[in-house]
């Protein structure tokens, strides 16, 4: 099973800010990770795929990159409605699918 | 549009069965890997089981033997019969769309439902 883990946990950034997460996976994943937004009390939601691919309707401002074992997500100016918990995921070798343990952006 | 409704959750005591479902719009749910993801409360994400396009099914090591994931395609639903329940298991249960045939190597989950509540309590 691949681990995925998620850095920092909790993330303090001021609206405007760049926010920058990371994703390590336990071994290569090539690029096939996906990164997903939650809200409180909401479903994810698929942002990136590929690494680097943005999901229909994402705005330009979420972008990702790595490959291999060290992914990267980058809000570029964060805006109020970017506050939430981020998550990646592998979909390199499964089952099982597996997750980072998320990493929460919240407002400084 | 494309949507998936989730059903079923409540409340039950260890040991105890329970049947959710996943209600489609918008797409076959027998054309895309269907998935369920659960989230403990205030944890992550856990990927729980799937069923590929032939219904084919595969589960976390966590739920095997316990809990069986089925579909209605005559219905365009999925279900997810969960026996021999444990207090670990509460969580939201979401049911997501996977890849389809052609897209089976990039499996990430485009369409998600809102979730269901299960909790696992005497």
């Known amino acids: 099973e691949i681990v995925m883990t998620q850095s920092p946990a909790t993330l303090s950034v001021s609206p405007g800010e760049r926010a920058t997460l990371s994703c390590r996976a336990s071994?290569?994943?090539?690029?096939?990770l996906a990164w997903y937004q939650q809200k409180p009390g909401q479903a994810p939601r698929l942002l990136i795929y590929a690494a680097s691919t943005r999901a229909t309707g994402i705005p330009a401002r979420f972008s990702g990159s790595g490959s291999g074992t060290e992914f990267t997500l980058t809000i570029s100016s964060l805006q109020s409605e970017d506050f939430a918990v981020y998550y990646c995921?592998?979909?390199?070798?499964?089952?099982?699918?597996?997750f980072g343990g998320g990493t929460k952006v919240e407002i400084k | 549009e494309v949507q998936l409704v989730e059903s079923g959750g409540g409340l039950v005591q260890p040991g105890g069965s329970l049947r959710l479902s996943c209600a489609a719009s918008g797409f076959t749910v027998n054309t895309n890997y269907m998935t369920w993801v659960r989230q403990a409360p205030g944890k992550g994400l856990e990927w729980v089981s799937v069923i590929y396009t032939g219904g084919t099914t595969y589960y976390a090591d966590s739920v095997k033997g316990r809990f069986t994931f089925s579909r209605d395609n005559s219905k365009n639903t999925l279900n997810l019969q969960m026996n021999s329940l444990r207090a670990e298991d509460t969580a939201v249960y979401y049911c997501a769309r996977g890849p389809t045939d052609e897209t089976w190597l990039f499996y990430y989950m485009d369409v998600w439902g809102k979730g269901t509540t299960v909790t696992v309590s005497s």
């Open positions: 995921q592998q979909y390199k070798n499964w089952p099982p699918l597996t």
């Open positions: 071994q290569s994943v090539s690029n096939n």
